[in-house]
């Protein structure tokens, strides 16, 4: 997925609350996903694993406005665009587990901050990074509250590592990615592509600007 963000939860607690935790997030729901005339018609979605919707949803009475503009209110409500997808578990123990899921343009903070207040008494740790402009997170939520560890942007090791562990196509130097090369850290074996010598200075003034600003 294009702007895809990657996001690994590491949970621990008790053994019940953390399995009521995977319980929650698991369950069966309805999703709003038309209307006929004034009526929503509804999706059944089954064993999700994880689910966002399953953490925080519109009301009932507001999904017609769902309909109509999905993406607000899944920033609103999320922190991202988009529902989880592509999500496995890593890693279950009897007081833990580790969770991974792919989201669009950012992780789903908001999300997992509702979820931390939904299970005070659980440890949610959270490593995130996107695929296309490399930029990483790692943040440790408790009872609601988002704790920033670090952010900061990937530099891979190697290409063959970075895209045997994050996934093909992953890595900043793809052609896929070209539009975000004024972010991008390259790995030492990546394929470097020629850039002309105007735009490079371009791309020096720019950085320059942004250092500077920063200061």
């Not at 009897?94 to 950012?106: C, G, M, R």
């Not at 901050?113 to 490593?127: D, G, K, M």
């Not at 990074?129 to 440790?140: I, K």
């Amino acid at each position: 997925m294009r702007y895809s963000v990657k996001t690994t939860l590491a949970i621990t607690g008790t053994r019940s609350d953390v399995a009521s935790l995977e319980e929650f997030v698991g369950k069966n729901y309805s999703l709003p996903t038309g209307r006929n005339h004034t009526e929503v018609t509804y999706t059944e979605v089954t064993s999700p694993i994880f689910s966002l919707w399953n953490i925080l949803s519109p009301p009932r009475e507001s999904h017609l406005e769902y309909i109509a503009d999905r993406a607000s209110w899944h920033v609103k409500l999320w922190g991202t665009t988009t529902e989880a997808t592509e999500v496995k578990v890593d890693s279950r123990a009897e007081s833990s587990i580790s969770i991974s899921f792919n989201t669009a343009w950012s992780t789903p903070s908001l999300a997992i901050a509702t979820l931390s207040s939904n299970f005070e008494n659980l440890y949610i740790r959270s490593q995130s990074y996107n695929r296309t402009n490399g930029f990483s997170e790692y943040a440790e939520y408790s009872a609601g509250r988002k704790h920033l560890i670090n952010s900061d942007a990937i530099i891979p090791a190697s290409h063959r590592q970075f895209e045997r562990q994050n996934g093909f196509g992953s890595c900043s130097c793809r052609e896929a990615n070209v539009a975000y090369r004024l972010s991008i850290n390259y790995a030492v074996d990546c394929v470097r592509f020629h850039v002309d010598t105007g735009v490079a200075l371009d791309y020096f003034d720019t950085a320059s600007r942004c250092l500077e600003e920063a200061q």
